[in-house]
């Protein structure tokens, strides 16, 4: 889920993630590792196992993308926009 997600990122820690073209162009700093079948988390998962610092740094980029995104004054700045195109 999307709070599982906000979570993990604000812990620090790498998420994988399936994610259509639509997401990935509307975020283009997003720190996710992409993987839509059970071959592709298998091989992240060995990948990880063979390259740890990779996915540390995954991990740092994942918490600086939600305290970016996921900061509540983030959230209410782009909420009043939101309200302002409405108005």
Known sequence: SSTIQ???CAMGKPVVKF??????KAYKEMPFV???TEEEIFQVLV????N???????GR???T???????WRYITYRLIKI?????
């Open 6 to 8: 906000r979570e993990a």
């Open 19 to 24: 994610m259509d073209d639509n997401w990935s």
């Open 34 to 36: 992409m993987a839509g």
């Open 47 to 50: 990948d990880q196992h063979n």
């Open 52 to 58: 740890p610092g990779k996915y540390r740094d995954l």
């Open 61 to 63: 980029s994942a918490k």
């Open 65 to 71: 993308f939600a305290e970016k995104y996921y900061d």
């Open 83 to 87: 309200y302002d195109s409405l108005a």
